[in-house]
């Protein structure tokens, strides 16, 4: 690691910060054997009655939470749009704190983060098919790493002036199923460069891996962002390559003269476009998409339209029951994972334990006499 940057600033040490409508709750897990602080954004509008999304906001390298909380500022949308964020700590095995994003040493950051996502579930009611994760820099890294190592928890990923390593770009296994990538990026970036060096990927081959992977159309949406502030210095073109498997797609917004910074922040480095704001742009992409959509094929989407199975608990801990209204008789259930692979199989009744499976989504394939197959899918937590 040698390059991920981000200037410090907000030095704060309490444990409820309240910030704009909402509060700032400062705590920890134990993950790995190691206590893994973070700290957690709950807008006003939150009621436990309603579940709501869950955004991952990963600090850069050298930087933390509380630099990243402030700086991305997702709070203001998050007191409209009613979803919780949280931004957790990295590690510090060699003096300065970032993610292990598979290649460095310390902590597995792939288990925190899975680990973190159960323990938000367990006091708030997230809804676990609206899972995100962004960031700045090696935290924008580490976030296509969880696209390719935790793509049955995380429904979609943004970067900010992050990339793929080169390595990647053929050696990191892809997910099971499309995944959609919004990549936010300067030009001028001199720290994780636009155009690629010995340890970075060009964002344009990261974009094409992406919409390749994804059955994207090969030809972009292009939107050039009106130039409202013309002292940042730079502008910036958005591209949409759409039309991808089971509605997935690729972002890419291209900031012309851009540096290492994250637009639409306070202007504490030189190059950073004022001319819209990278987190309501996030939050817009994001919202379009579930896990689910993902998981299921879009050639069984039809099956389920049918209102006429019901899995509860769901999320469910332990045991799940399946209720066949359509049928007097399921005669065999598999359970499978986002790989398709499978997990379970029942040859007859309807309560299946579940404790021997590890936390995620799956999809249930049901056969009933006298009926055609039918899907349904659950959660899994722990």
């Known amino acids: 690691m040698k390059r991920f940057f981000l200037a410090g600033f907000f030095f704060l040490n309490i444990l409820f910060v309240t910030g704009q409508n909402g509060v ?30 869950l955004i991952l906001n990963l600090h850069g390298y050298t930087s933390n939470a509380t630099q990243q909380q402030f700086y991305s500022n997702f709070m203001p949308i998050a007191d409209t749009a009613n979803f919780i964020i949280v931004h957790p700590e990295g590690t510090a095995p060699l003096g300065n704190q970032y993610w292990n994003a598979g290649f460095g040493s310390g902590a597995n950051d792939v288990q925190f983060l899975s680990n973190l996502i159960d323990s938000i579930k367990a006091s708030y009611n997230i809804n676990l098919d609206e899972v995100y994760s962004c ?27 992050g990339s793929m390593l080169n390595t990647w770009l053929t050696g990191l296994p892809t997910p099971p199923r499309p995944f959609p990538v919004m990549e936010i990026h ?32 090969s030809a972009p949406v292009t939107f050039s962002v009106p130039n409202i502030n013309t002292s940042d210095n730079c502008t910036a073109i958005n591209y949409k390559y759409t039309g991808g498997t089971n509605g997935s797609s690729v972002e890419l917004y291209k ?41 299921i094929p879009a050639s069984l989407q039809k099956n389920f339209s049918l209102p006429i199975i019901t899995v509860f608990p769901n999320p469910a801990k ?19 994972d986002v790989s398709g692979n499978q997990m379970k199989t029942e040859s007859f009744g309807n309560t299946i334990t579940i404790t021997d499976l590890p936390a995620g989504v799956y999809v249930l394939k049901i056969n009933s006499k006298n009926s055609p197959i039918r899907y349904s899918k659950f959660i899994k937590v722990n």
């Open 318 to 336: 332990e045991l799940i029951t399946i209720n066949d209204a359509g049928s007097s008789t399921i005669t065999g259930i598999q359970i499978t």
């Open 186 to 217: 300067g030009t001028s970036d001199g720290t994780v460069p636009y155009n690629g060096d010995g340890t970075f990927a060009p964002i344009d081959s990261v974009i094409k891996k992406w919409r390749v992977y994804n059955n994207c159309n």
């Open 255 to 295: 900031i012309t003269g851009g540096s290492h910074s994250w637009p639409g922040a306070a202007n504490v480095i030189a190059n950073t476009n004022q001319d819209f704001s990278a987190s309501i742009e996030i939050w817009r992409f994001f919202r379009q998409y579930k896990l689910s959509q993902f998981i």
């Open 135 to 161: 960031g700045m820099s090696n935290g924008g890294i580490m976030s296509y790493y969880l696209a390719c190592n935790l793509s049955n928890r995380i429904a979609a990923i943004a970067s900010v002036t």
């Open 24 to 53: 700032t709750i400062v705590d920890s897990i134990l993950s790995g054997g190691i206590q893994r602080k973070f700290r957690l954004y709950i807008p006003n509008i939150y009621n436990s009655n309603t579940s709501v999304p």
